[in-house]
Nanobody, 115 residues
Framework: QVQLVESGGGLVQPGGSLRLSCAAS????????MDWYRQAPGKQRELVAF???????GYTDSVKGRFTISRDNAKNTVYLQMNSLKPEDTAVYYC?????????WGQGTQVSVSS
């Protein structure tokens, strides 16, 4: 059974930084594409960043140059480093993976960017 547990969210001022963590069990992060999604109030859930098995990463345009996805294979954990945060980054952030085509989600962690 795949379990994904996010942590690291919180309230931060514009321009600040946060690092989100996604601790995985029942799945090996280095053998799967791992995703970070977010969902803002009243909006659809969107893919923010991904990291593939071979280490290739990708980002939605609005976060390029500000967010960095990475993983620690020894800890079986995926991270999302978020810098230069903007109010429009406010959302619930979810870790996700789809091993064997069945998508699993974490419970989400709230990120709020406000002065």
């Amino acid at each position: 059974q795949v379990q994904l547990v996010e942590s690291g969210g919180g309230l931060v001022q514009p321009g600040g930084s946060l690092r989100l963590s996604c601790a995985a069990s029942g799945i090996t992060v280095s053998r799967n594409t791992m995703d970070w999604y977010r969902q803002a109030p009243g909006k659809q859930r969107e893919l923010v960043a991904f990291i593939q098995r071979v280490g290739t990463t990708g980002y939605t345009d609005s976060v390029k140059g500000r967010f960095t996805i990475s993983r620690d294979n020894a800890k079986n954990t995926v991270y999302l480093q978020m810098n230069s945060l903007k109010p429009e980054d406010t959302a619930v952030y979810y870790c996700s993976a789809a091993p064997a085509g069945l998508r699993s989600w974490g419970q989400g962690t709230q990120v709020s960017v406000s002065s």
